[in-house]
């Protein structure tokens, strides 16, 4: 902000002999405050007629690079001054530029052809800084017309060099506050480049986080929980506690050292591990996860807290439970082909033993002969069917694999059990929703017709059957309804076991159910029983599809 201009002062308003130079001082002042140009200008030709006692005068700025030469402040008579006229006299340019001196004439119109004609003397100051000419300041049309004496040229030159010193201090400063200014700009460009990098980061780091598979719990020194991604959120989702949430699990009952472990994280700053630990859950299954814990070290080396990863492992759990139940499955099987085998030909011999025996007991007329024989006929042929079923049960346990398509598979079950459901008066319906998947599992033929089989032999008098197919939530659905007398449920518990059967005697060998079981597990789904809410009984096989089903 430019300091306000005071009244110019003249030799008579200060003691004699130090006018002059007392303004000068009050000039030096005033320049330091003075930022526009315009205003230095006028500034200094202002002091400049009242030390020198000129009516007229002109501050002319000059560009030492282009050699242009132009009229600024400009006072009094100055109206048909050509500044371009100025560095063209020899005269002058001597003085000016080869002296560095200022030029006083007493004829201002004999050097300068565009001075006023008023005019009689005139000085031309030059403002010449450390290495070139910066401006030049025009004076003239002194009172009465008298010449400058040699004491005003040195006072000229004092005038021109402290306004050289003020202007190249001007530029300095101007240049100074540019590069500043320049440097604050790259300062704040390159800020706001870290700031987008770091936010960059920062949202990468979040988004990995996050998107992580595994549950990732950051805590203090005092096992606070002071971050935990989505995967821990939905383990425990109140949690402000390591300790808290750990006591959760199913740890404490198998490892009473387990806090003591998990506190020598911090203070023996070493790794714990906990394997297979489940996690209660309020309304659904347990989850079975392994636990790593390890201490967070700060870049100076002192302890920040620990990090503690969570693997949901309940999906592999179950899989190696399959696993186990598969193998058990196929030694059974192995076991009952062998079973099957060795009593199937023994079994046949005997059979034919009875026929014939029967036969002869015909001939004898004895019926209690032939009663006899007919009772252990009917025994022998239901230790058949056990044998076929399993042998059909050792086949599942290795069955082969081959794609076929969900609708051709219950249709085709459908039309085998057709005849029996006829004769037992038994509609039955085959609804397929559109778009479904094949899979991978010829044999689910073999769970449908016995599903679709053992809902027709429960309504020997009549009813309907309803077979769908569906996609669910990444799987595929398969129900096999009725509407016959449902399932006890006492029984439901049972209802998978081996040889158990709701049949007749002679009727089943409780094998059927088994088999569909194990077959639908191999390809990684379920069979579930359940009785329907309209009367009936409902079985719902759920296959899992892969990420492109």
């Not at 002319?60 to 132009?70: K, L």
């Not at 911090?266 to 714990?272: E, H």
């Not at 694999?401 to 006829?422: D, F, G, H, N, V």
Request: charged share 25%; net charge negative; glycine share 8%.
């Amino acid at each position: 902000m430019a300091k306000p201009k005071q009244p110019v002062r003249t030799d008579a308003s200060v003691p004699d002999g130090s006018g002059p130079l007392w303004l000068l001082a009050d000039l030096a002042e005033e320049l330091v405050s003075l930022e526009d140009p315009d205003a230095f200008q006028e500034a200094v030709l202002a002091r400049a007629l009242a030390i020198f006692a000129c009516r007229s005068g002109a501050f002319c700025s000059f560009d030492e690079e282009s050699g242009r030469i132009r009229l600024g402040a400009a006072h009094g008579r100055t109206q048909g001054l050509r500044p371009e006229e100025l560095l063209a006299a020899q005269p002058i340019r001597d003085a000016v530029l080869g002296r560095r001196r200022p030029f006083l004439a007493s004829d201002a119109a004999s050097v300068l052809p565009s001075a006023p004609s008023e005019w009689r003397a005139m000085a031309i100051v030059p403002v010449i800084g450390a290495e070139s000419l910066l401006a030049l300041l025009v004076l003239g049309d002194p009172p009465g017309g008298r010449p400058f004496a040699d004491s005003d040229a040195a006072l000229m030159a004092a005038l021109g060099g402290m306004t050289a010193a003020a202007m190249e201090n001007h530029v300095a400063m101007r240049e100074f506050r540019g590069e500043v200014g320049r440097r604050m700009t790259d300062m704040i460009a390159q800020l706001n480049r870290t700031a987008a990098e770091l936010q960059r980061v920062k949202t990468f780091a979040d988004d990995f986080f996050e998107s992580v598979p595994f549950g990732i719990i950051l805590f203090d020194t005092e096992y606070r929980v002071t971050f935990h991604n989505r995967a821990a959120d939905r383990l425990w989702p109140e949690e402000r506690s390591v300790l808290a949430a750990v006591r959760r699990t199913d740890l404490p009952r198998r490892d009473p050292e387990w806090e003591s472990d998990l506190r020598d994280v911090l203070d023996m700053q070493q790794p714990w591990i906990a394997e297979s630990v489940a996690v209660e859950r309020p309304g659904q299954e347990p989850m079975r996860v392994n636990l790593w814990c390890s201490p967070l070290m700060r870049d100076q080396g002192d302890l920040a807290g620990g990090a503690l990863i969570v693997e949901d492992v309940s999906q592999r759990v179950q899989m190696e439970r399959r696993l186990e139940v598969s193998e058990r499955l196929a030694g059974v099987g192995r076991l009952a082909a062998m079973v099957a085998h060795e009593i199937n030909n023994p079994l046949d011999g005997i059979i034919r033993l009875v026929n014939l025996a029967r036969r002869t007991g015909a001939e004898a007329g004895d019926a209690r002969v032939e009663q006899y024989l007919a009772d252990a006929s009917k025994g022998l042929m239901r230790l058949v069917t056990i044998v076929r079923d399993l042998l059909d049960f050792s086949r599942s346990a290795s069955g082969a694999i081959e794609p076929m398509p969900l609708p051709e598979t219950l249709t085709e079950a459908a039309r085998a059990i057709a005849p029996a459901a006829q004769a037992a008066g038994v509609r039955i319906a085959v609804a397929c929703d559109a778009g479904l998947p094949t899979l991978k599992s010829a044999v689910l033929y073999h769970v449908m017709l016995n599903l679709i089989k053992n809902a027709v032999e429960a309504m020997p008098s009549g009813g309907a059957v309803e077979v769908r197919a569906r996609r669910a939530a990444g799987a595929v659905v398969l129900e096999v309804a009725d509407t016959g007398p449902g399932i006890p449920p006492d029984v439901l518990p049972r209802l998978f076991q081996p040889f158990f059967s709701l049949k007749a005697a002679g009727k089943g060998t409780g094998l059927g159910l088994v088999i569909s079981k194990d077959l639908v597990e191999r390809q990684g789904g379920t069979l579930a029983a359940a009785n329907r809410p309209e009367g009936g009984a409902v079985f719902t096989v759920t296959i899992p599809l892969g990420p492109r089903g």
